[in-house]
């Protein structure tokens, strides 16, 4: 094989100038296009502690109760509380400038000098998903709760549906920038009977911040809806790529499992469990990296859980027969996605019935097609395993396990983690401009937002 | 959304292409302006536009992009982990690792399913439970008696269930014992409808019941609006299983047929409720159990939680052998009910007597020593059962996690084998 080098070499040099710029630039939603910008320099040596397991968002909160607090409050509080493993601040998403609710934001003070001259040349670039310089971005997502409004945004078309809500594109009217708003149904939520998942989404959201997993800005709601910003990534979604590709050839699948792998690893240092991996939760950014999105049945589980929650095709036994489960399902659900990708189908997919695709579960019969790397084969049959004493990343290596299995021996972890490996496939969007067209179109919500009236539900969602 | 249309004669991703455009297409890729795939494929412009100026991303499955683009499709760039130093299968200009196994051109060879559904899958949950926060303590189960004759049916007819069959006898009689019994009293009733929320499931006990499906999904109004009749269910049967395990819409509509006819009917609360307990219980007693062992007593509860989950239930009839003196040991047990005695060759009464919560076999967490006594069931006994190897792969060897604690002294009684 002809060396690459030369090839990323080159690519990475223009990341790194280009992106870093990209970085500075503060994007808060509600941030005038010439805020001022954090800049991560002075934040990325310094070590970050853990926060507590427990209960941290009580912490955010009763340092950040709203949004009013800033600048050195803001900043002191949020300094001790981001990069929750301590890992490099180079980790950390470049999504991640601060969103805040201000144009005069708390970070303003940590090196404007630096900042200054970055604004004139970058004001336009619209933040992207890449991190390879390592955006540092302390406090901001910290105080999240009723943040926005609708009139801080621009609604354009629809980029998913769900059973409740939908996810929009939008526009912020301040800085121009380009962002996802995920609107939740409060009266369907509640039919649903999914109000604890959808605290805990937001919940989770609010702690976690890695390259890999979409970055949450804020949140609101009014009488009807609970309205959550987020990062628009441009790329689209896994799933259709898959789709149009009908399946991956074994080096492309095994770059989307490692970034995952890396994801679920960081989630579940934090005692959270995803619980619904699937190719229509996982995003490609503009360089075509993946993120992690739709955090509808993530949760803090230190121990042991009980919900049924997921997707059929991708539910470990360990759901279906409603034992109580912990980590160990995402693992289960890395072995199906991974399958997925390779095969361009689900393992225990039966003729569309959901109960015949339970049984298969428990019956736990895998077939691998004769095409399929051997490497792929035996990690993927330590993954799909009911029996828990041999799922790999359930083990006591934990997601070393996986990380260390020959499948992934070509893969450098910590470059990985970088987003110093280029992704396989770009999606060939312009990027910054709003640009959609990897979404599928969906039906337009008829209803407007917005709307007064009683709002008998809201005290069922404090967080927002 | 974007149902499959996808064309199962599609051409597949280009991967391993040889022509010449792979050559303009790493020309393309060192180009820093082009991070796209080549300019040369119009696929993407033409889906984008298609997708822009039409209703549904129903194109982005279709048959157009494709087919226009013949040799067009994904193109993948060379793989991300190209290490110049790796002379891998892998290794190769393009991905086909493989190149003497062709490339899928349609769905039907290499085993893809047919009419897989290419379709976005919906998420399903139910609804939150929680032991504790449910306050478990005080819920009992609703019990509605039955008859011998009845529970023996009811046995039978979802002994085939996936939800029935991995119940354990407790936990499958309190389900069978929250059974209530629903009479329908007239022909023609609508027992679920196609397309609403399901909370229930039904087993038959007497009359027949037919089964309508509607290709909408839903019962529509009007003469018709059931759908065409998909089938017919008589005593014995069941339906609505899907309503335990989560709020799903229902699939069919299920109307009777006789004049008077009874079911039987538990709703989804009740059943994961019952699991839910059982197992919380269960898990409970294995974590007081384990904290019982010496050998373990440095267990960090997570550990504790794990090796609780990676416990196997097994149950012995009275006088059989659980463990022979002599085999090598491979496995730790506690004693979950009932009781057994060790026995030693040579001696005519046992050694030594274990109860409910004891445990046995624990040094074959160490070693494959041969068991020093052999341990019998006096009655039935239902034990939980750890393999070393499994208790390894969890927690690695037992010497380290002994050796992290201020561990004082095992101390085998006599029987232990």
Known sequence: MPSLGGLLKKRRTKDSQTLSKELEAGSSPTAAQTQTSPNQHHHSHQSHPTPTATSPDAAYTSAQPHQSSHDHHNHSSGTNRSHPEGQPSSMQSAVTQSPSAHNHHGHTHSNSHNVASIQNIIHSSQQSGQSVGGGSHQSQTRTTKGKYSLEDFSLQRTLGTGSFGRVHLVQSKHNHRFYAIKVLKKAQVVKMKQIEHTNDERRMLNRVRHPFLITLWGTWQDSRNLYMVMDFVEGGELFSLLRKSQRFPNPVAKFYAAEVTLALEYLHNHQIIYRDLKPENLLLDRHGHLKITDFGFAKEVPDITWTLCGTPDYLAPEVVSSKGYNKSVDWWSLGILIFEMLCGFTPFWDSGSPVKIYENILRGRVKYPPYLHPDAVDLLSQLITADLTKRLGNLHGGPEDVKNHPWFAEVTWDRLARKDIDAPYVPPIRGGQGDASQYDRYPEEQEAYGQGGEDIHGHLFPDF | ?417
């Not at chain 2, 504790?132 to 085939?160: C, F, N």
């Not at chain 2, 299920?254 to 009740?270: E, G, M, P, Q, Y």
């Not at chain 2, 020593?369 to 039935?380: E, L, M």
């Open chain 2, 1 to 417: 959304m974007a149902e499959s249309s996808f064309s199962s004669a599609s051409p597949h991703l280009r991967v391993g292409t040889k022509d010449d455009k792979t050559s303009t297409f790493r020309k393309i890729a060192e180009d820093e302006e082009w991070e796209v795939t080549s300019p040369t494929d119009p696929t993407f412009q033409t889906a984008n536009s298609a997708a822009a100026s039409s209703s549904a991303g129903n194109n982005l499955f279709g048959g157009s992009v494709f087919n226009e683009q013949q040799g067009g499709g994904i193109r993948f760039r060379r793989s991300p982990f190209a290490d110049p130093s790796g002379d891998g299968d892998e290794d190769h200009d393009d991905f086909d690792e493989h190149p003497e196994v062709p490339r899928p051109t349609g769905a039907l060879n290499e085993g893809f399913p047919n009419n897989y559904a290419l379709g976005r899958r919906t998420s399903v949950s139910a609804e939150s439970l929680n032991p504790t926060s449910a306050g478990s303590d005080s819920w009992v189960p609703p019990h509605h008696p039955k008859t011998e004759e009845q529970v023996s049916r009811l046995k039978t007819a979802v002994s085939g269930n996936f939800l029935f069959s991995h119940l354990d006898d407790d936990q499958f009689k309190t389900v069978v014992d929250a059974l209530v019994e629903k009479p329908i009293p007239a022909k023609g009733i609508k027992v679920i409808s196609q397309g609403d929320a399901g909370d229930y499931f039904y087993i038959v006990e007497d009359g027949h019941f037919d089964v309508y499906i509607h290709p909408s999904g839903s019962v529509q109004s009007g003469s018709d609006g059931m759908g065409s009749k998909a089938g017919s269910i008589g005593p014995g049967g069941s339906f609505g299983e899907l309503a335990l395990m989560y709020n799903a819409p229902r699939a069919a509509t299920i109307v009777s047929t006789d004049t008077k006819s009874t079911l039987w009917a538990l709703d989804r609360i009740t059943f994961r409720r019952i699991l839910m307990d059982s197992a919380f219980q269960r898990r409970r007693m294995y974590e007081a159990f384990l904290e019982e062992v010496p050998l373990l007593s440095s267990l960090k509860p997570y550990e504790r939680s794990k090796i609780a989950d990676a416990l196997d239930a097994i149950k012995y009839p009275a006088g059989s052998t659980v463990i022979k003196e002599g085999d090598p040991g491979d496995a730790f047990y506690l004693l979950e009910s009932g009781e057994v005695e060790a026995f030693k060759e040579g001696v005519d009464r046992p050694v030594k007597s274990y109860k409910r919560g004891d445990f046995f076999g624990e040094l074959a967490l160490l070693d494959d020593q041969p068991r020093a006594a052999s341990i019998v069931a006096k009655t039935d006994v239902k034990v939980a059962k750890l393999g070393r190897d499994g208790f390894k792969r969890l927690l690695g060897p037992v010497e380290e996690i002994m050796r992290r604690a201020e561990y004082e002294q095992i101390k085998p009684k006599p029987a232990d084998s």
